[in-house]
């Protein structure tokens, strides 16, 4: 036995080590693949679109202590804006945008960094800069790529300077539907009682890459009649996915979500105590909209949660969590598909412009090849978004909120008395079974279920009948208490 056990450990560590030497080869090309590739887009921009598409691999984000400005870095030139935070707030949007770690970008940072430092150009910038500041009340300084400047101008501007949709996003009915509607409101399919008829009301949040039809084409139709005739059900499509509005002067902050679901579905459906059951990437939303909303959440139902505690010395939370959540390995298989989606700005690009703008191709060959024996929902599901919204989202959504999303647990725990209760699969290779147990511990009376033999997609699909009783028993005793 002591043979055995030592033999599986001596074979353990031989496969990480080679997963870790082949990993490190096939980044490496992938980070010059993605440095090539940012040349090929920028001059297809360009060509298509008679612009050039500015991007995050142009410039870090770092502070400058002691004034209020932005460093904007674009083609090899530094300009200092001079900014008022009561004008721009940049908090929202995430470290991993600007300082995704690949081998490429190190070694020319490290180059560039020692040619200013030879040449004084940073400190003749900020020096310059200072002295205009020196006439006011210097506020808070950011550092950050001109992405986010030319969005956020866009946006004060009101402008819609790309075509909609862009030349590499899918032009389809599904995809563009939004543009022909005067209201810019998510797409929401609603189930149950009309008016005042309904006595509860539950909102559903898919996660990354999802749609609605994760929960309208499985929970949907295995809810009780009792259920269907009680409950007002809403599903929704989030903002950049599905049949939402996709547009490109938007960053797909926390805020931007929180504010569509109000919006789309709290607002014009007068809904006032609801129920929240939410999926991966929309359980940080559903956990920050209950602390949102303390009043008015009477259940709260996670479903594989992406919670990675976060150790009281590390300096960088989104850059933490990006390195848990898609750590640069190869296999398992997710983890290197994860790994390319937060890395590579432009791969992932490409990845959705073969895949998205294609998406129904893929649905007619999903057909063709199963003989139209299976349902393609999770197909429109994985392909129906776009590039923006789905790089934009990741960062600020996952990555972005790893400083805040223990605040929100800490407020449901203290100030919310609702009811919590955590699904997760036991196969999970994209999120760990820990996350669930993670939360648990920032909320001691949240209940976790580990399914066995599921998965993060097959915690609901194929075992819809079941889990659906599971929601009817969790709102029930919410609605008794």
Request: charged residues 20%.
């Amino acid at each position: 036995m002591a043979v055995m056990g030592k033999t599986k450990s001596v074979l353990t560590l031989s496969g990480r080590v080679i997963n870790e030497v082949i990993s490190f080869m096939i980044f490496f090309v992938f980070d010059i693949l993605d440095f090539l590739l940012c040349f090929v887009y920028k001059l297809a921009d360009f060509l298509i679109e008679a612009e050039w598409k500015p991007c995050y691999c142009s410039s870090g984000k770092e502070a400058i202590p002691g004034s209020g400005k932005i460093l904007v870095s674009e083609q090899g030139e530094s300009k200092i804006l001079c900014v008022s935070t009561s004008k721009l707030q940049l908090e929202e949007i995430s470290d991993t945008l600007h300082t995704r770690p690949f081998l490429v970008s190190q070694v020319s940072n490290l180059i560039v960094t020692a040619l200013k430092r030879l040449m004084f150009l940073e400190k003749t910038l900020v020096q310059s800069c200072d002295q205009e500041i020196k006439q006011g009340s210097p506020p808070s300084v950011f550092r950050v790529n001109s992405p986010v400047i030319e969005i956020l101008q866009r946006k004060v501007g009101r402008k819609q300077l790309h075509p909609i949709p862009r030349w590499s996003d899918c032009d389809c009915n599904v995809c563009i539907s939004w543009t022909s509607s005067s209201k810019e409101t998510l797409y929401v399919r609603a189930e149950g009682p009309k008016g005042d008829n309904a006595q509860e009301d539950v909102l559903f949040i898919h996660g990354f890459i999802s749609t609605s039809k994760f929960w309208t084409e499985t929970l949907f139709p295995n809810f009780s009649s009792a259920t269907k005739s009680t409950y007002r059900m809403f599903a929704i499509d989030l903002l950049g996915f599905g049949r939402s509005p996709k547009p490109t002067d938007c960053l797909y902050t926390l805020k931007d979500h929180l504010d569509m679901i109000e919006r789309s579905v709290l607002e014009p459906n007068k809904v006032k105590s609801f129920h929240i059951v939410a999926h991966s990437l929309g359980c940080i939303l559903a956990l920050a909209l209950t602390e949102k909303h303390p009043g008015c959440v009477k259940s709260l139902t996670l479903l594989a949660p992406p919670y990675y505690p976060m150790p009281k010395d590390i300096a960088n939370p989104s850059l933490y969590t990006m390195k848990k959540l898609a750590p640069r390995l190869v296999w398992p298989p997710i983890k290197l598909g994860a790994a390319m989606a937060c890395y590579y700005e432009h791969i992932s690009r490409t990845m959705c412009l073969v895949l998205c703008k294609n998406h129904r191709l893929w649905d007619f060959l999903t057909k063709l090849v199963t003989r139209n024996r299976i349902r393609t929902y999770l197909v429109e599901g994985f392909f129906v978004h776009t590039h923006n919204a789905a790089w934009h989202t990741l960062h600020n959504i996952i990555c972005g909120t790893a400083s805040k999303v223990e605040g929100y647990m800490d407020g449901v725990q203290d100030q919310i008395k609702c009811h919590v209760n955590i699904f997760h699969g036991e196969y999970d290779d994209t999120v760990p079974v820990e996350c669930s147990y993670n939360v648990q511990k920032r909320i001691p009376r949240a209940r976790v279920k580990v399914i066995k033999k599921k998965d993060h997609l097959t915690i609901v699909v194929g075992r819809q009948q079941g889990f659906a009783s599971d929601l009817e028993e969790i709102w029930r005793n919410a609605s008794r208490s």
